[in-house]
C-alpha cells in the first residue's frame, strides 16, 4: 500500500499533465500514488492524453462534469494511503514537498490531521505567500488554502467536500469544518506548494464575482460559529501574529456584506484581488509576515 495518495482532478487540463506528472517525478519521497479524477472532460485531446498514461497512473472518470468537489471526494475514496492530497492539475511541488510533509505526520500525534506549506504564485503573478491555521481567521478568509497532506480519517471525520459548493471555496468551507473538528496543522514555513495564477481560473473568473453569495452560504451552514460571543471567544483564544487578520478587518467584512448588495460587496473582493495581479504589485517578494523558515511549527 502507498504511504500518500495524490489525488488530481482534472477537467479539461491535458495540457497540464505533462508539467504536473514532471513535478511529482521529481518528489525526493517516493512510495506514493496518483489517483486523476477525470471530472467529465469533453475535450479530446484531455481525453486522448489521460488514455495515454502509465498503467500505474490510476484514471476514474465521472461520465458528467460533477466539479470540484465530487472530484476529490471521489479520488479521496478511492485512495488506498492513510495520507491524501489534494493538487490541481495545473499546480506543482517542489521537490521536497512530500518528503517534507510525510515527516511531521510521521511524527505527529492523532490530534494532528494536517501538514502544509506556505506557497508560492506562479502564471499571472509572482509572489510567496504565507498559510496558516487560525480558528477565528478561517472564519473570514482561507488562510490555510487547499493544498495539505492530510489523513484520511481526518478528511472522513471533517464530512467530506461539499458537493453542493459547485461554484467554489469548496476548499475554505472544508477547512473551516476541518479546523473546527478540533484538528491541528502543522506548517512548515517554505514555499513548496507552487499555485498557478491565472485571470481565466476558477477563482477569478467566477469566484469572486459571486464572493458574497459564497460567503454567505459559509455562514448560514456554520451560523453558530459566526455568533458574536464566538466571535469574541475565538479571537481572544487565537494567536496574533503578523499575517493574522485583525479584529477591525474581520469586523469591517461583517458589517460590509450585510450592508452591500452582493454584486457591490463582490466587486470590491474581486477589485482588490485583481489590484493583487497588477504588474506594480507583481514584484515577486514575500509579502509581510512570511517570514520563510527552514523549520515548522504546530497551529490549530
Not at 492530497?85 to 511524527?107: F, G, I, N, R, W
Not at 472564519?139 to 467536500?161: C, D, E, H, I, Q
Request: proline share 6%; net charge positive; aromatic share 8%.
Amino acid at each position: 500500500m502507498p504511504t500518500i495518495s495524490v489525488v488530481v482532478p482534472c477537467y479539461n487540463g491535458g495540457k497540464f499533465i505533462d508539467q504536473l506528472l514532471a513535478s511529482l517525478a521529481r518528489q525526493t519521497f517516493r512510495d506514493f500514488e496518483i489517483v486523476i479524477v477525470d471530472d467529465g472532460s469533453p475535450d479530446p485531446a484531455t481525453q486522448a492524453k489521460l488514455a495515454s498514461l502509465d498503467p500505474a497512473i490510476r484514471v476514474i472518470r465521472h461520465p458528467v462534469n460533477r466539479r470540484m468537489s465530487a472530484a476529490r471526494n471521489t479520488g479521496f475514496s478511492a485512495a488506498r494511503a492513510d495520507l491524501i492530497m489534494a493538487l490541481d492539475c495545473d499546480d506543482q511541488l517542489e521537490p521536497t514537498y512530500l518528503e517534507e510533509c510525510y515527516k511531521v505526520m510521521q511524527s505527529a500525534p492523532p490530534e494532528v490531521g494536517f501538514a502544509f506549506t506556505h506557497l508560492r504564485q506562479t502564471g499571472a503573478c509572482h509572489a510567496v505567500e504565507t498559510r496558516y491555521c487560525n480558528a477565528y481567521d478561517v472564519l473570514f478568509k482561507n488562510v490555510l488554502g487547499y493544498s495539505m497532506v492530510m489523513r484520511k480519517s481526518a478528511w472522513l471525520k471533517a464530512g467530506k467536500y461539499d458537493e453542493t459548493m459547485i461554484d467554489g471555496y469548496e476548499d475554505w468551507e472544508f477547512n473551516l469544518r476541518l479546523i473546527h473538528a478540533g484538528y491541528q496543522g502543522v506548517e512548515i514555513q517554505k514555499p513548496l506548494f507552487l499555485y498557478n495564477v491565472s485571470m481565466t481560473g476558477m477563482m477569478m473568473s467566477h469566484s469572486s464575482s459571486r464572493h458574497a453569495a459564497l460567503w454567505r452560504k459559509i455562514r448560514t451552514k456554520h451560523r453558530q460559529l459566526y455568533r458574536p460571543l464566538n466571535l469574541i471567544r475565538l479571537f481572544r483564544a487565537s494567536p496574533r501574529g503578523p499575517s493574522e487578520a485583525s479584529l477591525l478587518r474581520t469586523v469591517g467584512a461583517l458589517v460590509l456584506t450585510n450592508i452591500l448588495p452582493d454584486a457591490w460587496f463582490s466587486a470590491v473582493i474581486h477589485s482588490m484581488r485583481s489590484r493583487r495581479l497588477s504588474p506594480a504589485n507583481n514584484v515577486g517578494t514575500p509579502k509581510p509576515g512570511s517570514a520563510i523558515a527552514a523549520n515548522s511549527r504546530a497551529v490549530g
